[in-house]
């Protein structure tokens, strides 16, 4: 059965970080590039980061491009989304994806 597992969301003020993980399981994650999505009320689904099977390559929307760094670790099967600098835009489920398969999401609030 395959799962994504994401957690590490929560509430934080503008300027915080949050580190949010995503636990995969029940398919070959080392073949697969890994993405974190996210979806604000009332707006599109958007991509946020992706990065390769191995890590090599990664890509950032504009938006967080030099505040958000994805990661992952194979032997782990698990993949990350530092966030830092965080913004009241940046307020949205936070959905893992790779394969065809997604996650839940973990809910991320910024706010004072």
């Known amino acids: 059965q395959v799962q994504l597992v994401e957690s590490g969301g929560g509430l934080v003020q503008p300027g915080g970080s949050l580190r949010l993980s995503c636990a995969a399981s029940?398919?070959?994650?080392?073949?697969?590039?890994m993405s974190w999505y996210r979806q604000a009320p009332g707006k599109e689904r958007e991509l946020v980061a992706r990065?390769?099977?191995?890590?090599?390559?990664?890509n950032y929307a504009d938006s967080v491009k030099d505040r958000f760094t994805i990661s992952r670790d194979n032997a782990k099967n698990t993949v990350y989304l530092q966030m830092t600098s965080l913004k009241p835009e940046d307020t949205a489920v936070y959905i893992c994806?790779?394969?065809?398969?997604w996650g839940q999401g973990t809910q991320v609030t910024v706010s004072s």
């Open positions: 990065i390769s099977p191995f890590g090599a390559n990664t």
């Open positions: 029940g398919f070959t994650f080392s073949s697969y590039a």
């Open positions: 994806y790779g394969g065809i398969y």
